[in-house]
């Protein structure tokens, strides 16, 4: 069967149980969750930042790298919530290649 989901984006709070399924049973190969409680306001911006860097043609893990280090800078009291899981090649897939 081929694979047609690459990437499942859980935008709630306490979602990497769920993740975790996506990637382990559904075997979706980018999943981006959270472990702890995330306020409506940073979901936006890391939402934003992420999908930016994604459809410029970056990485899964440069995205969500870029995405982890502006919500760290924004959110100075705060560990960032997000985590990236699944068994993707996260360092090398380009899901929307610049230019496409």
């Keep these: 069967m081929p694979q047609s989901t690459k990437l499942v ?14 990637a ?13 409680k995330v306020r409506d306001e940073s979901i936006k911006d890391f939402v934003q930042k ?4 994604l459809f ?3 990485t899964v893990a440069a995205s969500f790298n870029r995405a982890k280090t502006i919500y760290d800078i924004n959110n100075v009291l705060d560990a960032c919530p997000w985590i990236l899981i699944g068994s993707g ?12």
């Excluded at 992420?50 to 860097?53: A, L, V, W």
């Design 89 to 100: 090649d996260h360092e090398n897939a380009v899901l929307f290649p610049e230019g496409r």
């Design 24 to 36: 382990d049973q559904l075997l979706v190969p980018h999943v981006i969750a959270t472990e702890t």
């Design 56 to 58: 410029s043609g970056k």
């Design 9 to 22: 984006f859980l935008s709630s709070c306490y979602s990497s149980k769920a993740g975790s399924q996506f």
């Design 50 to 53: 992420f999908y930016e860097s």
